[in-house]
């Protein structure tokens, strides 16, 4: 195997080690909820908290025995999803949502939106291999 | 605007990919550059004014594996922004982990930057070698002691412990990153925006936002006793570097274990119509065992500045400390009901 290559395998490797710390949110996730408590949630969007410093999803989740719950998700911060072309009318009430996250430590009814999924199973925010804003024209990779 | 920019920074790495080769041959150096004439302001002080971003994927200090390299090769150019590209998808990520939590959700809600915006292998640039210089004697005791005041003086998102929300940082109290970690790149909001007028420089920073204000009046530093948490700073121009000198800086608040005794040295230029190179020069003789030198480019983005009112939603404060409380209650329960 060519040498640069592995060289620049291995650069790579300290590389995402040392920005490990630029990883972390305004406030630390780990903190806030439980690495043992994954939760999947299926729901209807009930409204978009657009505040600062993190974006909060309402959610409605139908409970086995059909009853409903109340459910807030924690998401990324406005600021960089309006650059992204996402403002809070972009998820309207009654869209239907996957959440895949982890619940807070608290015991609270909220999580962190690790992933967000339509039903149809398109991905909310995953759009492209550039920045992961929609299809816009704007993202020189959806040329 | 971003179109531009992306062929803007494509250009610049080609452009300077023969250089670096020269460099790392030790020959001449670079070839001469471009003649830049920094626009004025029409009252004839040098205009930085427009909105920049300073995010990059260069790493902050060098790289052990690079082998004290100054400059990236083309092809590992490549390979990072293609890896941190990548990073935008789910690779990599082990569910149900600490560090998944903590990477919280999928890329699109960050701003992390996939480019390399300058081709040094570090944005210290001094010393020579690209790393921090090590903590004075002083500075390590000072560490020890730092679970004995009242108040949790780090920047990150992290703390110290969870008992009060003063077990936690200034960054997760909404109060400030500091300086100089507000001028430096972080996860997202990495936004400034630059305005001037005649005698005043007007640096706002979008994370946790606030404005820097400094005159270029040649007025001296308030008097010792005022400490604030971002300092007190004034600005002189030489030729068309803007000079910030920082100090009268808090006790309460930390910058890799430098506090009141922390001096900054701000030099800000255009380097071209759309890049600005910000450089600090940072000196605690009580902290590091000696000055040093980071150098990060400011990208010009032509976008808009948005307010980022931090404490407005902090659900998260209020989750890390009720989670703490819920998990030793917990504990409590699980040892009174356990078995003698």
């Known amino acids: 195997m060519n040498m640069g290559i592995i060289r620049s395998g291995v650069l790579i490797g300290a590389l995402m080690l040392m920005s490990a710390a630029a990883l972390s949110a305004h406030h630390s996730f780990a903190a806030e909820f439980d690495a043992n408590q994954p939760v999947q949630l299926k729901g209807t969007v009930v409204k978009v908290e657009w505040i600062n410093p993190h974006t909060w999803i309402h959610l409605d989740v139908k409970k086995s025995d059909g009853s409903m719950e109340r459910w807030m998700i924690e998401g990324g911060t406005p600021n960089t999803l309006l650059r992204r072309g996402l403002t809070k009318n972009s998820l309207p009430e009654g869209t239907e949502l996957v959440v895949d996250g982890y619940k807070a430590k608290n015991g609270s009814n909220r999580a962190n939106g690790r992933d967000l999924t339509f039903t149809d199973g398109r991905k909310l925010f995953m759009g492209s291999s550039g920045t992961g804003a929609p299809r816009d024209g704007k993202d020189a990779t959806e040329k | ?225 005022i400490r604030q948490w971002m300092g007190h700073s004034t600005g002189r121009w030489e030729g068309d570097t803007l000079v910030i000198e920082t100090t009268n800086f808090t006790d309460k608040i930390l910058y890799r274990n430098a506090a009141e005794n922390l001096n900054l040295v701000e030099r800000i230029r255009r380097v071209g119509p759309d890049e600005i190179e910000y450089r600090v020069t940072i000196t605690d003789p009580t902290t590091f065992t000696r000055p040093w030198t980071v150098s990060i480019p400011y990208i010009n983005t032509g976008e808009d500045m948005f307010e980022y009112a931090c404490h407005e939603g902090n659900y998260g404060m209020e989750g890390i400390l009720s989670g703490a409380r819920e998990e030793e209650r917990k504990a409590a329960e699980a040892k009174k009901g356990s078995p003698r």
Not at chain 2, 45 to 74: C, H, K, M, W, Y
Not at chain 2, 175 to 192: E, H, K
Request: glycine share 10%; aromatic share 8%; net charge positive.
């Open chain 2, 1 to 225: 605007m971003r179109d531009n920019n992306l062929v803007l920074m494509a250009a610049t790495v080609l452009l300077l990919a023969p250089s670096i080769l020269v460099a790392q041959n030790g020959s001449a150096g670079a070839p001469p550059a471009k003649p830049y004439t920094t626009p004025k302001t029409p009252w004839g002080e040098p205009d930085l004014q427009g909105t920049f971003s300073n995010r990059t994927i260069t790493p902050f200090e060098r790289p052990a594996n690079v082998n004290g390299r100054e400059f990236f090769t083309a092809q590992e150019v490549a390979a990072m922004e293609k890896s941190a590209t990548e990073r935008n998808g789910d690779e990599g990520r082990n569910k149900g982990t600490r560090g998944d939590v903590e990477r919280a959700y999928n890329d699109f809600w960050w701003d992390r930057g996939t480019k390399v915006t300058t081709l040094r292998t570090s944005l210290v640039v001094d010393p020579p070698d690209g790393r921090v210089p090590p903590l004075t004697e002083e500075a390590r005791k000072r560490q020890a002691d730092e679970a004995k005041r009242p108040a949790f003086r780090g920047t990150g998102a992290n703390g110290r412990g969870t008992d009060t929300w003063l077990d936690r940082s200034t960054f997760e109290r909404c109060i400030t990153r500091g300086l100089p970690g507000a001028m430096s790149p972080t996860a997202y909001n990495n936004n400034y925006r630059i305005t001037q007028s005649p005698g005043y420089v007007a640096i706002q920073i979008e994370m946790l936002g606030g404005t820097r204000v400094i005159p270029t009046d040649g007025r001296p530093h308030v008097g010792p006793s």
